[in-house]
């Protein structure tokens, strides 16, 4: 079984910067890509970052330059550190990992349960 569980996530205000962490558990053979998704009320879930095993980054527009994801392999654990939050970066923040359980199983998508982040202006 495998877990994904977010933290870091409370209230900021307009400016300041918040700290996400995502920890991977279970059975985990090889895990791939990792990344961060969104979703505000009312709102379809929307990509936000991800990184590759290397440590090739990509990111939504809306978050470039000021958000940066970065992962601890030997740990299972990928980061969001977000920097200038705004009010519509508001949403609840979901971890999603790319992975394999063991030898000869397909690759699938694993997401944890999702942490609040909240921006006041």
């Known amino acids: 079984q495998v877990q994904l569980v977010e933290s870091g996530g409370g209230l900021v205000q ?8 995502c920890a991977a558990s279970g059975s ?7 990344g961060w998704y969104r979703q505000a009320p009312g709102k379809q879930r929307e990509f ?3 990184i590759t095993s290397d440590g090739i980054t990509n990111y939504a527009g809306s978050v470039k330059g000021r ?10 654990m990928v980061f969001l550190q977000m920097n200038s ?3 519509d970066d508001t949403s ?3 971890c999603t990992a790319n992975l394999r359980t063991t030898w000869g199983v397909p690759t699938s998508d ?3 349960q999702g942490t609040q982040v909240t921006v006041s202006s």
Do not use: Q
Request: no cysteine; aromatic share 16%; proline share 3%.
């Open 14 to 21: 307009a400016g300041g910067s918040l700290r996400l962490s």
């Open 28 to 34: 985990i053979w090889i895990m791939n890509d990792m």
């Open 48 to 50: 936000v970052a991800s």
């Open 67 to 76: 958000f940066a994801i970065s992962r601890d392999n030997a740990k299972k």
């Open 85 to 87: 939050l705004k009010p």
């Open 92 to 94: 609840v923040y979901y």
């Open 110 to 112: 694993y997401w944890g």
